[in-house]
């Protein structure tokens, strides 16, 4: 993997333009101290689906900012990103919303260090943890959640009954996936949807409590 060189001039215009809403000079900081990681890391380990580096601001960190308009930026609240991966959109988010109690899960250990890394270098307090979840989630993971965030994972359904039991009362899945939403466990619904750019199929979905 082999990210395009950016000066910070580059990655903040470029950054930006993909972002719904203007961003704080310590948010485009954060995350260009976790691009340039990614581009480091990046050499000796698959952080991002191949053929994806080119545009990587798009397709990566402008994804995971498309939900920005559905966290509210004034109001604390926790968030748990499951598969975290290379911190799409865990890292991303806590670095825009920094009011919220961020915890990225990820299962995999050298993805889990990365992210420890990342998150030291950018000065973001959010939790990494090395856990797989399961019908029988870790203790670590956090309880009262306002946000569970999905990218491009499949979780069996007794999982997502899990996470779902760890949303408060007015908590949310947001689910980034192609066409097609999974089955849902009775009194849960998908209550809008993000169509992304660039692609027919990708989208994120809201899943909530039905009334």
């Given at each position: 993997m082999s990210l395009p060189r950016l000066e910070p001039e580059a990655f903040a215009r470029r950054l930006r333009r993909v972002a719904p809403e203007a961003l704080s000079d310590e948010a485009v900081e954060a995350?260009?101290?976790?691009?340039?990681?990614?581009?480091?890391?990046?050499?000796?380990?698959?952080?991002?689906?191949?053929g994806t580096e080119a545009e990587a601001l798009e397709r990566h960190y402008?994804?995971?900012?498309?939900?920005?308009?559905?966290?509210?930026?004034?109001?604390?609240?926790?968030?748990?990103?499951?598969?975290?991966?290379?911190?799409?959109?865990?890292?991303?988010?806590?670095?825009?919303?920094?009011?919220?109690?961020?915890?990225?899960?990820?299962?995999?250990q050298r993805k889990w260090a990365f992210l420890r890394a990342a998150a030291a270098r950018a000065a973001l307090p959010c939790q990494c943890l090395n856990a797989r979840v399961s019908a029988t989630l870790p203790?670590?993971?956090?309880?009262?959640?306002?946000?569970?965030?999905?990218?491009?994972?499949?979780?069996?359904?007794?999982?997502?009954?899990?996470?779902l039991d760890r949303l408060g009362p007015a908590g949310a899945i947001l689910w980034w996936r192609g066409a097609g939403v999974a089955d849902l466990p009775a009194?849960?619904?998908?209550?809008?949807?993000?169509?992304?750019?660039?692609?027919?199929?990708r989208r994120v979905v809201e899943v909530r409590r039905t009334p």
């Open positions: 995350l260009r101290a976790h691009y340039e990681l990614l581009g480091e890391w990046g050499r000796g380990m698959s952080l991002i689906g191949p402008g994804e995971s900012l498309a939900v920005l308009g559905w966290i509210d930026e004034t109001s604390p609240g926790r968030l748990v990103d499951i598969g975290s991966g290379a911190g799409f959109p865990g890292f991303v988010i806590a670095a825009v919303r920094p009011r919220l109690d961020v915890q990225l899960v990820e299962s995999r203790l670590e993971v956090a309880k009262d959640l306002d946000f569970v965030t999905l990218r491009a994972v499949n979780l069996p359904p007794a999982t997502l009954v899990a996470l009194g849960w619904a998908v209550t809008r949807q993000l169509a992304l750019p660039g692609s027919e199929r």
